[in-house]
């Protein structure tokens, strides 16, 4: 286990990542490392769950619970219309207050005042992302599918609470590239570069299925403010369109089912090709696989190929991600859109581009198709 000094190195190196992409908490990490009492909050977490987000994380989700304390004026999140159950409140509530004042006074109260609440969140949970921006990469595959199969049937693996199901229902806009879908409570833009395939109609989804291990259930208040608080707060937009897409979840239903990635991909698999050609997804979550896991997983989708045509959509950091079958180099930190098919038994692989993890951006390559 990592000491109390290691823990406070862990701040301080994540306050020197973040400053240009989370500058709260990068404030908020210099002043933690140097406070023993906060720093030692992580040691009651699992080993593999000690880091900086955790904390942030089990914080936010309290705050979003007690939005009219004084700690919320510097969560900019808060500030503005984007959630109905806060918005409003502690941006007017302390309108006028200095925006700039140190943070860390008003995080230290708050924590002290919650502090058996924060423990508990620690030592029990986990961060988990649903990034609906990500829908904006799986889009101009899903649409290349569409026009060589027809009809698709969707499974994405790691789903969470499955939000990437609604591909379908969120409106897009590429720059270059224009408009597709719509209109929709959730708009996901996405700049572009090398002229990627743009569809001008949404590809025809018959069915979309989620996996999880612990999937998040989009009716329980909890679950949501959890999934909401493990979004960074000076990303205001992502947290906006994240609420957003919660909001059109419980609206038109998505269909998650809990199991395993591995054990339970066959069934599963085979019953969406009951409504069209099967497309497995990944983004982001093959990662938290060991590599032995993952091979695993990689041969499950073989054997399965081997069976009937399908095909897998890989966003997937290829550093974190050995025994993938992407072509990238093995300490390529960038996201690589990856398009897997199994035609009469045989598999291609096509690196389309490198993306923004979050989907902001696309930058086309689409290679030629390996065997």
């Keep these: 286990m990592p000491s109390v000094d290691e823990l406070a190195l862990r701040f301080r190196q994540f306050s020197g990542t973040t400053s240009s992409r989370a500058p709260l908490y990068s404030r908020l990490s210099r002043s933690i490392a140097d406070d023993r009492h906060l720093v030692e909050l992580l040691t009651v977490a699992p080993e593999q769950q000690q880091l900086p987000v955790l904390l942030f994380a089990a914080v936010h989700h309290v705050l979003l619970a007690n939005p009219d304390d004084e700690l919320a004026l510097h969560y900019p999140n808060f500030a503005g219309t984007a959630h109905d159950d806060f918005a409003g409140t502690a941006h007017d509530h302390f309108a006028g207050t200095a925006h700039d004042a140190d943070p860390f006074g008003a995080f230290t109260r708050f924590v002290a005042a919650h502090a058996d609440e924060v423990r508990s969140l620690v030592a029990t949970r986990s ?47 590429y720059e270059p590239g224009g408009d597709v879908g719509g209109p929709s409570t959730v708009h996901l833009h996405c700049s572009t570069r090398g002229g990627p395939p743009i569809p001008v109609a949404m590809p025809l989804l018959a069915a979309s299925i989620g996996l999880d291990r612990e999937p998040v259930d989009v009716h329980d208040d909890e679950s949501v403010r959890w999934l909401e608080a493990c979004v960074w707060p000076d990303q205001a937009d992502r947290f906006a369109r994240l609420v957003a897409a919660i909001a059109l979840a419980r609206e038109v239903g998505v269909d998650v089912r809990t199991g395993d990635a591995i054990t339970d991909l066959a069934a599963l698999v085979h019953e969406a090709a009951t409504h069209g050609h099967p497309v497995v997804t990944n983004s982001w979550v093959l990662s938290y696989f060991t590599t032995e896991q993952r091979v695993r997983y990689v041969d499950a989708l073989d054997a399965l190929g081997r069976e009937a045509d399908l095909s897998w959509i890989i966003a997937e950091s290829p550093a974190q991600t050995p025994g993938l079958p992407v072509p990238a180099s ?10 897997v098919r199994w035609r009469h038994s045989r598999r291609t692989v096509q690196r389309l581009a490198t993306t923004h993890p979050h989907g902001f951006w696309l930058h086309w390559e689409g290679s030629a198709v390996l065997g």
Aim: proline content about 4%; aromatic content about 6%; some cysteine.
């Design 127 to 173: 961060t988990q992302t649903n990034e609906v921006g990500r829908c904006a990469q799986f889009l101009v595959p899903m649409a290349l599918l569409h026009a060589e199969r027809g009809q698709l049937a969707m499974l994405d693996v790691g789903t969470s609470a499955g939000l990437n199901l609604l591909l379908p229902h969120f409106a897009y806009g």
């Design 330 to 339: 093995a300490d390529e930190q960038s996201t690589v859109l990856t398009l």
